[in-house]
């Protein structure tokens, strides 16, 4: 980079896009109050940051919103206000927060697994994907699932309560992987030490949510986690040529 500003730093810088340039020449030209180590720290955690796929930046941004989500549920002046638009309950007559609250948690355990799930698979899916794919992909999965626990909570009315949280989102991932990957390893968590292929483990764990769904288990939000692992199966069984077909159009579009 020529930018004097930008050399002013005093490190060196592989770029790699351009919109990794940009944020560069934006922290350099920061205001002169702004401290220079400050800058130099900024700019060595963005050039680690673009140093990563598209796609792994893409779940890492999803799982920073679910954190910037889960501190405005920490404080007491917002509480009214996120219980109205970040918590789903069938009876508010809302749609929109069948979206808002996949990226909702109970508490911190809730939040670092459904984190870590998404971590762990997600990033070979996006990868895969693109980023702009498993966006869509991911959201839409998680507003299938609210969907269906929203669609099937009158057959049970006793158990109508207000839902949120991103595991029927994540569970589509898990159906996306065992297409992508089915020989993938993972560890169940009440049986770490014994992996198995993700062709086995996964439907198994729809089995554990069919059974709950059936017989009104309210451990889990089984609903939303069958309703989700069956989407993200059918999405990459059939979903993806609808996709293939959306992106040649805005191309042509754009010509």
């Known amino acids: 980079m020529s930018d004097p500003r930008v050399q002013h730093l005093n490190m060196y810088h592989n770029v790699h896009s351009e919109a990794h340039a940009k944020m560069i020449r934006r922290i350099a030209h920061l205001p002169g109050w702004v401290p220079h180590e400050l800058k130099r720290t900024v700019v060595a955690f963005t050039d680690k940051w673009y140093k990563l796929s598209r796609g792994t930046r893409c779940v890492y941004t999803i799982a920073g919103l679910n954190v910037l989500v889960f501190s405005m549920w920490q404080m007491p002046r917002l509480l009214p206000f996120m219980a109205r638009r970040f918590l789903h309950d069938p009876r508010s007559g809302l749609s929109y927060t069948m979206l808002t609250s996949t990226f909702s ?30 966006t869509a992909f991911y959201l839409s999965a998680g507003v299938l699932s609210s969907l269906a626990s929203h669609l099937l909570a009158p057959l049970r009315p006793a158990l ?65 986690h069958l309703a989700g692992g069956l989407y993200g199966i059918a999405y990459l069984e059939w979903g993806t040529q609808y996709w293939n077909r959306l992106v040649k159009f805005i191309d042509r579009r754009k010509n």
């Open 105 to 134: 948690h109970k508490d911190l355990w809730h939040l670092l697994f459904n984190s870590i799930a998404l971590v762990s698979f997600g990033t070979s899916v996006a990868n895969k994907m693109g980023a702009e794919h498993f």
């Open 160 to 224: 109508i309560l207000p839902s949120l949280g991103a595991s029927g989102a994540v569970y589509g991932v898990l159906g996306a992987m065992m297409m992508l990957f089915p020989h993938a390893q993972i560890a169940i968590i009440f049986l770490p030490f014994i992996p198995m292929s993700l062709s086995h483990a996964f439907p198994a764990l729809l089995a554990y949510d069919f059974a709950g769904a059936v017989l009104g288990w309210r451990t889990f939000g089984h609903v939303a």
